[in-house]
């Protein structure tokens, strides 16, 4: 069975640091890895990851994935309060349609 | 409207009542997915549909679930006699196409309350 786990589980911090979000992942047959963010009910996508090594960059958010540790970290840097979500990690394998979603880490960023 | 919509935003019924949950996909996305997602927990899936035909029911929790996808667009997922542990946001995305590499693009989501 597939296996997606995040951590942390919770994240409270203040403006202007920075945060390291961790996804580690067993699957058969990986495919590729998704970040989203949860503000209140819809997920937003963030990145899709492929290649190990190569790194995603929107802003002041970035992600990397790394396949012979099985894993792969979404940094923030410079949080606001409007990084305030859930950030959601998901693992699509070969032999599924369905991505399998981590149960995501709990950003809190104070003023 | 470009996005998926989702109807009701909220619902509170009773237990043993019926419920219908409506999904509204990107036009044009040939792919749509049901999850559920309790209080503090992450996505589960439930059933996804490619066209109008549904080839993953494996994540449905019980008989009391089922789903419904009509005109490769509007979807519908009815809850029989409902139970309090059906109390969750139940979420809907859809993708161009189905499979790996698809980008899903999520809904509102429905949060449902059984008393």
């Known amino acids: 069975e597939d296996k997606v786990v995040q951590s942390p589980l919770s994240l409270v911090v203040h403006e202007g640091d920075t945060v390291t979000l961790n996804c580690s992942y067993e699957?058969?047959?990986?495919?590729?890895l998704l970040w989203y963010k949860q503000e209140k009910k819809a997920p937003t996508f963030l990145f899709m990851l492929?290649?190990?090594?190569i790194e995603k960059k929107s802003g002041r958010l970035s992600s990397i994935l790394d396949k012979k540790e099985l894993s792969s970290i979404l940094n923030i840097t410079a949080t606001q309060t409007g990084d305030s979500a859930i950030y959601l990690c998901?693992?699509?394998?070969?032999?599924?349609?369905?991505?399998?979603f981590g149960r995501g880490t709990s950003l809190i960023v104070h003023p | 409207g470009a996005g998926v919509s989702q109807s009701p935003s909220n619902k509170v019924t009773e237990k043993g009542k019926d419920v219908e949950l409506r999904c509204d996909p990107i036009?044009?996305?040939?792919?749509l997915y049901w999850y559920r997602q309790r209080l503090g927990q992450g996505l589960e899936f439930l059933i996804y549909?490619?066209?109008?035909?549904?080839?993953?029911k494996s994540g449905l929790p019980s008989d009391r679930f089922s789903a419904e996808r009509t005109g490769e667009s509007v979807s519908t997922l009815t809850i029989q006699r409902t139970q309090q542990e059906d109390s969750a946001v139940y979420l809907c995305?859809?993708?161009?196409?189905?499979?790996?590499?698809?980008?899903?693009?999520f809904g509102p989501g429905t949060r449902l309350t059984v008393l």
């Open positions: 995305a859809s993708s161009l196409l189905a499979g790996v590499g698809n980008e899903q693009f």
């Open positions: 699957v058969t047959n990986f495919r590729s």
């Open positions: 492929t290649s190990s090594g």
């Open positions: 998901a693992v699509a394998s070969g032999g599924s349609y369905i991505p399998t």
């Open positions: 036009s044009g996305h040939t792919a």
């Open positions: 549909f490619q066209g109008n035909s549904a080839p993953d």
